[in-house]
Nanobody, 123 residues
Framework: QVQPVESGGGLVQAGGSLRLSCATSGRAFSGYVMGWFRQAPGKEREFVATISRSGLATDYAASVKDRFQIARDNAKNMVYLQMNNLKPEDTAVYFC????????????????WGQGTQVTVSS
């Protein structure tokens, strides 16, 4: 069992960058696929990025591909989301999630979720 805790959100101007971090407690972090999702006001939660247990495989939503990068450090039980060239439409609460699985996952079928961190991009 792991418990994700997000940090690093904030207010940034369009074109700027932010790096989100996700710290996880619990054992066997390297046994979990990790993902980032986001939810804007009035919208459903949507997939952003996912990373395999080893960190060698990643997948991104089309809307963030080439702007965002997901990474993990299994020695530190951490997952990161580097967000560059941010746009106002990236404004949302960002959630980190963990799934006990072998394959990366784009759906919201994750086992554990953090509380989220707010990202606001001003135009």
């Amino acid at each position: 069992q792991v418990q994700p805790v997000e940090s690093g959100g904030g207010l940034v101007q369009a074109g700027g960058s932010l790096r989100l971090s996700c710290a996880t407690s619990g054992r066997a972090f390297s046994g979990y696929v990790m993902g980032w999702f986001r939810q804007a006001p009035g919208k459903e939660r949507e997939f952003v990025a996912t990373i395999s247990r080893s960190g060698l495989a990643t997948d991104y939503a089309a809307s963030v591909k080439d702007r965002f990068q997901i990474a993990r450090d299994n020695a530190k039980n951490m997952v990161y989301l580097q967000m560059n060239n941010l746009k106002p439409e990236d404004t949302a609460v960002y959630f980190c999630a963990a799934k006990y699985a072998t394959l990366i996952e784009r759906t919201a079928s994750y086992d554990y979720w953090g509380q989220g961190t707010q990202v606001t991009v001003s135009s």
